[in-house]
């Protein structure tokens, strides 16, 4: 497999940063790093992703991503991350994005 390319290494760094029980989108990181876009970060995290908190770049629907959900299920309850319960047994769980969603900025001491 080829080496990360600097803005890879970019966006893994971006996706270590989130804190636990937040996420960003691909397209807020896009928007963080002031380059690319959604589908240029989704790329990356396919590639790369497997080494840094995957589960914390998410799509902006909230769904979990297809053919993970149950790993990243158990890494957002252990991390406290914002979820919607599903309303009927033909829905899955959601992130509750405007409550789980990290603008970049530290946390207030």
């Known amino acids: 497999?080829?080496?990360?390319?600097e803005y890879a290494e970019r966006v893994l760094?971006?996706?270590?940063?989130?804190p636990e029980g937040r996420v960003m989108t691909y397209g807020d990181v896009a928007e963080y790093l002031g380059q690319?876009?959604?589908r240029q970060v989704g790329r990356v995290m396919a590639?790369?992703?497997?080494?840094?908190p995957w589960w914390r770049v998410v799509r902006a629907d909230g769904r979990l991503l297809p053919g993970?959900?149950?790993e990243a299920l158990a890494?957002?309850?252990?991390e406290g991350t914002p979820l919607?319960?599903?309303?009927?047994?033909?829905e899955t769980y959601r992130l509750d994005m405007p409550r789980a969603r990290w603008d970049g900025e530290p946390a207030p001491d």
Do not use: K
């Open 1 to 5: 497999m080829d080496q990360p390319t």
């Open 13 to 18: 760094e971006t996706a270590e940063a989130i």
């Open 36 to 38: 690319g876009g959604p």
């Open 47 to 52: 590639l790369f992703g497997g080494g840094v």
């Open 68 to 70: 993970h959900e149950t």
């Open 75 to 78: 890494n957002y309850r252990a």
């Open 84 to 90: 919607r319960t599903p309303a009927t047994d033909r």
